[in-house]
């Protein structure tokens, strides 16, 4: 270990950190999964959906905003924590519109892989069928909104990392949906299939015209291999 290395102890094993990193990430790094939603890696953190909460010194909070500290005590996997999640994934379920048997994104996508790999195979709450739009005036781009789950990673995308800051949030609560600089048509913007906003959406959100079902179902990501599998499978050496 180096002098700005440290320990934090999750779920009763060891893990590394270093100065300045998330908790998720020096699990990531460790091969330890904590499951996620608006996380993403190259991306700054928000802390939108509450799939990573944890008690992090007895205390719930976001494993993709805190900050590790030398010595801390993670619980991660533990029913209570896990069935917090379900209800999470259930309320994403009803509040948007997903048929996932029609779905483009059916194996690549978050949301359901991570409902398989908490065990729901249908959510437990009252569906709501929203009225949600459709956005296909982009020639390379379509926005379907029915998939949205409100993560954010577009936004934090096009305004951090393509400099563009195309989307954003509009409304509250149940009403909050999904803007195009400020409520305009997707083609009306500078946005480009090549931006990264465009390749972080968890869900079949925001989909790349002409590429649909080029991998087939049953040969996608998740459908080899849980999510949070690749993590796991990590190389892990003895962190002290
Ligand atoms: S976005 Fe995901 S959860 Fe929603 S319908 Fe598509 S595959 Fe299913
Ligand atoms: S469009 Fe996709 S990336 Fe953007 S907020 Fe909705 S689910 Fe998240
Ligand atoms: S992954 Fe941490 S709050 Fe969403």
């Not at 990392?161 to 609560?173: E, H, L, P, T, W």
Request: charged share 25%; proline share 5%.
């Amino acid at each position: 270990m180096s002098d700005q290395d440290f320990l934090i102890t999750v779920d009763g094993m060891k893990v590394r950190a270093k100065r300045g990193q998330t908790i998720i990430s020096a699990c990531d790094a460790a091969g330890v999964y904590i499951p996620r939603l608006c996380h993403h890696p190259d991306l700054k953190p928000a802390g939108h959906c509450r799939l990573c909460s944890c008690y992090i010194d007895g205390r719930r909070a976001s494993a993709c905003t805190m900050p590790a500290a030398p010595g801390m005590v993670v619980v991660s996997n533990n029913e209570e924590l896990n069935n917090d999640r379900r209800v999470v994934l259930d309320m994403l379920f009803v509040e948007g519109n997903h048929f996932c048997p029609t779905c483009e994104k059916s194996g690549d996508c978050e949301l359901q892989a991570l409902a398989y790999r908490l065990g729901i195979t249908a959510p437990s709450l009252t569906y709501q069928w929203p009225k949600r739009e459709i956005d296909a005036s982009h020639p390379d781009v379509f926005i379907d909104r029915n998939t949205c789950v409100l993560c954010s990673r577009c936004i934090r995308a096009s305004r951090d990392v393509d400099g563009k800051s195309i989307f954003g949030f509009s409304g509250r609560g149940l009403g909050m949906r999904l803007n195009i600089d400020s409520e305009t048509k997707l083609s009306d913007t500078s946005f480009a299939a090549i931006d990264k906003a465009a390749k972080v959406c968890p869900v079949g959100c925001i989909v790349i015209k002409r590429t649909g079902y080029r991998t087939p179902i049953g040969r996608r990501h998740f459908d080899k291999a849980p999510i949070g599998t690749d993590i796991e499978a990590c190389e892990v050496g003895d962190p002290e």
